[in-house]
C-alpha cells in the first residue's frame, strides 16, 4: 500500500530555512512524480512545487526562487528546500503522488500524506 509520509515542519521565524522531507514507501519509487501542496488556515489548498521522475521541477509563482523540490530515490524520499519564509508561508503541508495531469491540480494526484505544519512568525 502506498504511503507518504511528511516530516520537518515547525516554527521558525521570517528569513529562516527550512526543509521538509516525505517518505515514500508501496511503490517503484524512481517511476514516479510527486508533488507538494500546502494549506493555510480558511483556505483552499494549493500547489506549491512538484518534481517529475526525471527531476523535473514545477513551481508556484508564490515559491519561485525561494523553494527548490528534489529527490533522493536511494532513499525514497522527496524534500522541500524553502529559504527566505515569510509569514504567509505559514501552512500545513502535504506531499502527493502524481498521478496523471497537470502537476498543478489538486486531482492529478492520488494518494496524500497527513500534512506537516509550518509556522513562520513575522
Known amino acids: 500500500q502506498v504511503q507518504l509520509v511528511e516530516s520537518g515542519g515547525g516554527l521558525v521565524q521570517a528569513g529562516d530555512s527550512l526543509r521538509l522531507s516525505c517518505a515514500v514507501s508501496g511503490l517503484p519509487f524512481s517511476s514516479y512524480s510527486t508533488g507538494w501542496f500546502r494549506q493555510a488556515p480558511g483556505k483552499e489548498r494549493e500547489f506549491v512545487a512538484g518534481?517529475?521522475?526525471?527531476?523535473?521541477?514545477y513551481y508556484a509563482d508564490s515559491v519561485q526562487g525561494r523553494f527548490t523540490s528534489s529527490r533522493d530515490n536511494a532513499k525514497n524520499t522527496v524534500y522541500l528546500q524553502m529559504n527566505s519564509l515569510k509569514p504567509e508561508d505559514t501552512a500545513v503541508y502535504y506531499c502527493?503522488?502524481?498521478?496523471?495531469?497537470?502537476?498543478?491540480?489538486?486531482?492529478?494526484?492520488?494518494?496524500w500524506g497527513q500534512g506537516t505544519r509550518v509556522t513562520v512568525s513575522s
Open positions: 502527493a503522488k502524481y498521478y496523471s495531469g497537470s502537476y498543478y491540480r489538486l486531482d492529478s494526484y492520488d494518494y
Open positions: 518534481i517529475s521522475w526525471s527531476g523535473r521541477t
